[in-house]
């Protein structure tokens, strides 16, 4: 059980998947325009993650060494396009929103990462917390720099304009804001670790 | 050439178990896509044209060409239409509505990835209702965005260039 919660929480702050692993930042950079997509686009990943580490975790006995790659890799599209097709149906707002970063999630390295590093090697039940817990982490990273891109860039909230007379700075809501505020987070909790030690 | 043959196989399971979980994904979820993009599109018309109460597509080649409107009497009020122009850094998609007589009721952009804060405030309001009431000649006369000016003449042109097409088409019917 200790197991588990080690499995599900290294995610969040140990091995955050941004902050500490830096790996999807693509996806990262273009839709943390606004906390909504952050969210939309952070559930969508964690389905798949989800997803494709319980199936790599139970087929990997049968799937030889050499042909991994492309066996993981239609394991992961086939999540993807099962979140597409739900998004379609019942958000096509948050799907435009969102647009190529949803079909993109296939080639996002977290999910192949976690496959790669993780699922191919741990049981089902571990794999399934490891990619709850990656997932949740790439959620939450991705909540707070959409929160300081939306408030910064467009002086609103979840869309709600906090308060008058306040003018946004455009910077923030092009991709040049996103690594601007990525860059300021990754040194910030690099020293706030190095001062914990 | 034996492992060739198993590595193969195992691919193809996986692949065919992969395309089964879609194909009845797709079965649950089509009705719901289709219903739903049919929803949007009424939504657009019923935007750009608030008078009218019913609207028939007019296809050429199975693609719809534009719209016709019809009031709660059924009589004919105009058409709506949708274009597209590039923009900045997107196509934006608009949807309009127009009176027989050639004068534009609104627009609406449908789609759009113009910069935030500069070209996306086409979708704005502000910006759209400088359409409302304009004669297709006078389209050339709205006032650009400040520091959006290729995402406005955009905007401008598709609309322009579109309603002049449908103006011809609707012509001969009274």
């Given at each position: 059980?200790?197991?588990?919660?080690?499995?599900?929480?290294?995610g969040?702050?140990?091995?955050?998947p941004t902050?500490?692993l830096v790996l999807g930042l693509c996806p990262t950079l273009a839709v943390s325009?606004?906390?909504?997509?952050?969210?939309g686009m952070g559930i969508a990943a964690t389905f798949v993650l989800l997803g494709s580490n319980?199936?790599?975790?139970?087929?990997?006995?049968?799937?030889?060494?050499?042909?991994?790659?492309?066996?993981f890799i239609?394991v992961i599209a086939?999540f993807v396009t099962?979140a597409e097709?739900?998004?379609?149906?019942?958000?096509?707002?948050?799907?435009?929103?969102l647009?190529i970063y949803v079909p993109l999630i296939v080639v996002n390295c977290i999910v192949l990462g976690r496959a790669e590093a993780?699922?191919?090697?741990?049981?089902?039940?571990?794999?399934?917390?490891?990619g709850?817990?990656m997932g949740?982490g790439f959620t939450?990273a991705l909540?707070?720099?959409?929160?300081?891109?939306?408030?910064?860039?467009?002086?609103?909230?979840?869309?709600?304009?906090?308060?008058?007379?306040?003018?946004?700075?455009?910077?923030?809501?092009?991709?040049?804001?996103?690594?601007?505020?990525?860059?300021?987070?990754?040194?910030?909790?690099?020293?706030?670790?190095?001062?914990?030690? | 050439?034996?492992?060739?043959?198993?590595?193969?196989?195992?691919?193809?399971?996986?692949?065919?178990?992969?395309?089964?979980?879609?194909?009845?994904?797709?079965?649950?979820?089509?009705?719901?896509?289709?219903?739903?993009?049919?929803?949007?599109?009424?939504?657009?018309?019923?935007?750009?044209?608030?008078?009218?109460?019913?609207?028939?597509?007019?296809?050429?080649?199975?693609?719809?060409?534009?719209?016709?409107?019809?009031?709660?009497?059924?009589?004919?009020?105009?058409?709506?239409?949708?274009?597209?122009?590039?923009?900045?850094?997107?196509?934006?998609?608009?949807?309009?509505?127009?009176?027989?007589?050639?004068?534009?009721?609104?627009?609406?952009?449908?789609?759009?990835?113009?910069?935030?804060?500069?070209?996306?405030?086409?979708?704005?309001?502000?910006?759209?209702?400088?359409?409302?009431?304009?004669?297709?000649?006078?389209?050339?006369?709205?006032?650009?965005?400040?520091?959006?000016?290729?995402?406005?003449?955009?905007?401008?042109?598709?609309?322009?260039?579109?309603?002049?097409?449908?103006?011809?088409?609707?012509?001969?019917?009274?």
């Open positions: 059980m200790n197991k588990l919660f080690h499995e599900f929480f290294k969040i702050i140990k091995e955050n902050f500490v325009v606004s906390v909504v997509n952050g969210i319980v199936i790599v975790s139970l087929i990997k006995n049968t799937v030889p060494a050499r042909i991994r790659i492309p066996c239609v086939t099962i097709m739900t998004l379609k149906a019942y958000s096509p707002a948050l799907n435009r929103a647009g993780f699922a191919q090697k741990a049981k089902a039940l571990n794999s399934f917390f490891d709850l817990g949740v939450l909540i707070l720099i959409s929160a300081i891109r939306e408030f910064l860039g467009a002086g609103k909230l979840l869309n709600h304009a906090i308060f008058k007379g306040f003018e946004p700075a455009f910077v923030f809501s092009m991709p040049s804001g996103a690594l601007l505020v990525i860059g300021l987070l990754l040194g910030f909790f690099n020293l706030f670790k190095r001062i914990k030690q | 050439m034996r492992e060739m043959t198993r590595y193969g196989l195992i691919l193809a399971i996986i692949c065919a178990a992969a395309s089964a979980s879609l194909a009845g994904m797709n079965s649950l979820t089509r009705d719901r896509i289709a219903a739903q993009a049919k929803a949007e599109e009424e939504e657009g018309l019923k935007a750009v044209f608030p008078e009218a109460a019913d609207f028939k597509p007019v296809k050429s080649k199975e693609k719809v060409v534009y719209y016709q409107a019809y009031g709660r009497d059924g009589g004919f009020l105009g058409a709506a239409f949708k274009a597209r122009g590039k923009g900045y850094s997107s196509v934006i998609e608009v949807i309009a509505g127009m009176k027989k007589d050639g004068t534009i009721t609104a627009i609406k952009i449908l789609n759009q990835n113009e910069t935030p804060g500069l070209g996306n405030r086409v979708a704005e309001p502000e910006f759209r209702e400088r359409f409302s009431n304009k004669r297709i000649v006078d389209l050339n006369g709205i006032q650009a965005i400040t520091g959006a000016t290729i995402s406005s003449k955009a905007v401008i042109n598709a609309v322009k260039v579109k309603a002049n097409q449908v103006k011809e088409l609707i012509g001969d019917e009274k």
